[in-house]
């Protein structure tokens, strides 16, 4: 029933800026944290940035000084703003967010389907 939809990926040259999207829709009682992960082929998944409920942004070190994460909560999407974009950033980015369906369940882990940035001259 609870999906997350991600956009905003594309084609983008170095030092560019792209703004990645994920709504939630569905069975939703409420959203706890958000956050966005990327994985580069061969690699293994990594944090980029997460958000409490309250709004409070935590970065990776790849990403902090450059990425920007925001959240709506009355849209229920979580944004990252990604600024002075490099090659290393290529990746399938992946939002996450803690949704709970009903009152009292336990928190869930529900993640979008990858948007893929490419990041390349």
């Known amino acids: 029933q609870v999906q997350l939809v991600e956009s905003g990926g594309g084609l983008v040259q170095p030092g560019g800026s792209l703004r990645l999207s994920c709504a939630a829709s569905g069975n939703i009682f409420s959203i706890n944290a958000m956050g966005w992960y990327r994985q580069a082929p061969g690699k293994q998944r990594e944090l980029v940035a997460t958000?409490?409920?309250?709004?409070?942004?935590n970065y990776a070190a790849s990403g902090k000084g450059r990425f920007t994460i925001s959240r709506d909560n009355a849209k229920n999407t979580v944004y990252l703003q990604m600024n002075s974009l490099k090659p290393e950033d290529t990746a399938v980015y992946y939002c996450k967010q803690d949704i709970r369906t009903w009152r009292f369940e336990p928190w869930r882990e529900v993640w979008g389907q990858g948007t893929l940035v490419t990041v390349s001259s």
């Open positions: 958000i409490t409920s309250g709004g409070a942004p």
